[in-house]
């Protein structure tokens, strides 16, 4: 299991475009467990989001590895 993040959770909010909900500034991807979220901060105000991700696992096109190169 993965601790929650530090930060105390605020309320939701929709990003649209990599831009920061307060101001419109850009965010910048700054961490994630790789599984379920992603934080990401903006680089004008600091605001930082939490961000729900998903992996989507492309079983068709799996390819088998054998010994080293
Ligand atoms: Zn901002």
Redesign the pocket.
């Known amino acids: 299991m993965t601790p929650d993040n530090i930060y105390l959770k605020d309320a939701v909010k929709i990003i649209k475009d990599e831009q920061?909900?307060?101001?419109?500034?850009e965010?910048k991807f700054i961490d994630s467990d790789g599984v379920d979220w992603e934080t990401w901060a903006?680089?004008?105000?600091?605001?930082i989001y939490e961000v729900t991700i998903e992996i989507t696992r492309h079983w068709d096109t799996a390819v088998e590895l054998k010994g080293t190169t």
């Open positions: 920061c909900p307060e101001c419109d500034h965010i903006c680089t004008n105000c600091s605001a």
